[in-house]
């Protein structure tokens, strides 16, 4: 039995799912998927600037790397993308088109203001680079920019680096919340390696945990 524990927006989190959250699991799409959607919808909510973020969760990052232009144009429409000033994508290094799966998880951020991606990746080696630069040359044409420019790709060399094989999603979460709120405050906070400890992750682990716990409970006793 993998019964549905949550079901958020365009979500759907099952037992399996949410046990992921416990060390030493790696994350899946489903909950990446969650996360990205709960910071999109929630997260911020009523924060200044929270209308300029996006955040683009693993199914629309894999679908832009893969599918033809036209394509792309049609899923990222209604994101309204030329209004954003920041958009966060979840990527993997998964090659197929037509299956989920993969091993590594990564950061790739959109700043309009420097016209740049950056790129943040927990593993030594960047082992993620190829598949996110390639995300970037096709989502660039959906940014409502002068496409006569090319924007830059930057390695952010100095991104925190996990000490284990496992929790490269949950840096990827730490990551994008961080920068976020960084955003919305119109500043820049500590240095990432400062905030984002082996110690810090494993806390957002049971933080993540926690809030579905609590939005299932709340889940059901409306439903109820």
């Known amino acids: 039995m993998n019964p549905v524990v949550l079901s958020y927006n365009n979500c759907l989190l099952r037992r ?48 832009i790397k893969f599918s033809p232009d ?20 979840a990527i993997n290094d998964h090659a197929s088109p037509n299956t989920s799966g993969g091993t590594h998880w990564s950061l ?20 993620n680079s190829t598949q996110a630069l390639h995300t970037a040359r096709r989502l660039k044409l959906f940014l409502g920019r002068d496409e006569s420019l090319n924007p830059i790709f930057s390695e952010k060399l100095e991104t925190p680096q996990q000490e284990n094989a496992y929790d490269c999603g949950m840096y990827v979460l ?41 939005l299932a409970k709340q889940s059901h006793i409306a439903s109820g």
């Not at 046990?19 to 899946?28: R, T």
């Not at 790739?108 to 082992?127: A, K, V």
């Open 174 to 214: 730490c990551h994008a919340r961080i920068l976020a709120k960084e955003f919305m405050l119109g500043r820049m906070g500590p240095a990432l390696n400062e905030i984002i400890t082996p110690t810090y992750v494993t806390q957002q682990r049971r933080e993540w945990r926690q809030l579905i716990d609590k």
């Open 108 to 127: 790739l951020l959109y700043d309009r203001s420097t016209d740049t991606f950056l790129h943040y990746d927990s593993s030594q080696g960047s082992c």
């Open 16 to 63: 399996a799912d949410v046990a992921l959250l416990e060390p030493p699991n790696w994350f899946n799409d489903q909950v990446m998927a969650f996360a990205f959607e709960y910071m999109e919808l929630e997260e911020f909510l009523g924060m200044p600037n929270a209308e300029k973020l996006c955040f683009i969760g693993p199914e629309v990052s894999h679908f």
């Open 70 to 89: 036209e394509e792309i144009g049609v899923v990222l429409g209604p994101l309204d993308l030329p209004q954003k000033d920041f958009v966060f994508l």
